[in-house]
């Protein structure tokens, strides 16, 4: 009997020295220790031992048992720490590595220009209005001291609907809305696409304009120099100067443009500005008496200030790019460009 305990001792030593795996461990441990493996196959011999030795084999027996259940405890723990090792080193992940960014939209140019004047506008109290895009020929002419055979209307030729219903050329008729359902004091910025029947490097079909309106009891052409002169500068750099040049437009009087000192060059004279350090902005003046009437305020009571801002105009000077076609192909590494 002795010498069977010490034959499964050794066997089952050389056997567990082999064994390189978690499943392979328990197939062992069925084979020995199991209901019908090796050592319980002792314990059922027992009856055939002598009663007197019975206690000293039953004693050695057992001793087996705990050994190889040490043993198998001893592997179990080394394959569980082995196998643990490997999951580590197999999903280990290098935290030092800089991630993956997701990939962000930009600011379109022109949104960028918006946004900025309208900060600017927004500062001095100017509210916003926005106004349809398809406008009655009244709106957009008429109201505005333009009637149907005026010259004035050749400048902005654009895109019928029918006889009087058309896409509106510039944002001026926000004006009108804003002066027909309000009594002064008005204070209004009317941002929105216009349309034209342009086409070239500088003019397109399709284009963007601010408006801007203030009616209310002496309102002078300083107030109207004053405020654009803050907003520009808001655009361009508080270093410009600005000037105010006489023009002509049908709904002011008196008209004028606006022109700032050239941010390029500070005023000596560049490519920018065509050698004459000045470069024309935007058209503003004292809204005509007309208008005024037209829209149901009493010019002899209030007076007002308007002004429209090309924002591709704006966008380009500021940016410095050559082609007003660039705002309307989409290419991606154009706008991309404006963060
Ligand atoms: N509506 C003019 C245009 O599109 C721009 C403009 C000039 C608007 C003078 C005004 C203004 O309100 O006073 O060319």
């Not at 361009?236 to 060059?265: A, H, M, N, W």
């Amino acid at each position: 009997m002795k010498e069977k305990i010490n034959q499964i001792l050794v066997e089952a030593k050389e056997k567990l020295s082999t064994i390189d795996s978690l499943k392979l461990l328990n197939d062992f441990r069925v084979e020995f220790l199991g209901k019908s493996g090796k050592v319980t196959g002792l314990l059922k011999g027992m009856k055939d031992v002598a009663p007197e030795l019975r206690p000293q084999v039953g004693q050695a027996v057992n001793g087996l048992r705990v050994e190889i259940e040490a043993l198998v405890g001893e592997v179990e723990a080394n394959l569980k720490a082995q196998e643990t090792a490997l999951r580590f080193k197999n999903e280990a992940i290098d935290i030092s590595l800089p991630g993956k960014a997701p990939e962000l939209g930009t600011l379109h140019p022109i949104t960028l220009v918006k946004n900025l004047l309208i900060d600017a506008f927004s500062s001095l109290g100017f509210q916003i209005y926005e106004g349809p895009e398809i406008e009655t020929d009244k709106n957009n002419f008429q109201m505005l001291n333009i009637p149907e055979d005026h010259p004035a209307r050749d400048m902005q030729d654009t895109f019928y609907i029918t006889e009087s219903i058309l896409l509106r050329t510039h944002t001026s008729p926000g004006q009108v809305h804003v002066m027909t359902s309000t009594q002064p004091p008005i204070k209004v910025m009317c941002p929105g696409r216009v349309y034209r029947s342009d086409d070239d490097a500088t003019h397109s079909p399709i284009f963007h304009q601010i408006e801007g309106l203030v009616v209310d009891k002496n309102i002078s052409l300083c107030d109207l120099k004053g405020s654009l002169e803050e907003i520009l500068k808001h655009v361009f750099g508080p270093q410009i100067k600005t000037r105010l040049r006489p023009s002509y437009f049908p709904f002011t009087e008196p008209s004028v443009e606006i022109d700032v000192s050239c941010f390029e060059c500070g005023g000596k004279g560049c490519k920018l500005c065509k050698g004459t350090g000045w470069i024309e902005v935007l058209g503003a003046g004292m809204v005509n008496k007309n208008v005024l009437q037209n829209c149901g305020i009493d010019p002899e009571v209030y007076t007002g200030y308007a002004f429209g801002i090309g924002l591709e105009r704006i966008a380009m000077l500021k940016y410095h790019i050559p082609d007003i076609r660039m705002f309307f192909d989409n290419d991606l590494r154009f706008v991309k460009q404006f963060k």
